[in-house]
Nanobody
Framework: QVRLVESGGGLVQAGGSLRLSCAASGTIFSINVMAWHRQAPEKQRELVASISSGGNTNYADSVKGRFTISRDNAKREVYLQMNNVKPEDTAVYYC????????WGQGTQVTVSS
């Protein structure tokens, strides 16, 4: 059984920083893509950032230049460094791992106050 556990969410003021972490456990033979998605109230879940096993990254236009995704393959962890956050970044952030089947975490709330 694969389990993903996110941490690092919370309340932060606009312009501040936050770092999300996600740890994968269980039987996973090969992790391909690791990613962060988010879902704001009454909106669809959207991709925030992804990173391949080779380190190639992809970002939503809305977070480019502010967020940085990284991963530690040995620890099977993925991180999201969020800088200069904005109120529109408020959402539940979900970690996802594709190996190649997709696995999702329970989500962590990020609230940005203006």
């Amino acid at each position: 059984q694969v389990r993903l556990v996110e941490s690092g969410g919370g309340l932060v003021q606009a312009g501040g920083s936050l770092r999300l972490s996600c740890a994968a456990s269980g039987t996973i033979f090969s992790i391909n893509v690791m990613a962060w998605h988010r879902q704001a109230p009454e909106k669809q879940r959207e991709l925030v950032a992804s990173i391949s096993s080779g380190g190639n990254t992809n970002y939503a236009d809305s977070v480019k230049g502010r967020f940085t995704i990284s991963r530690d393959n040995a620890k099977r962890e993925v991180y999201l460094q969020m800088n200069n956050v904005k109120p529109e970044d408020t959402a539940v952030y979900y970690c996802a791992v594709f190996a190649p089947s997709g696995y999702w975490g329970q989500g962590t709330q990020v609230t940005v106050s203006s």
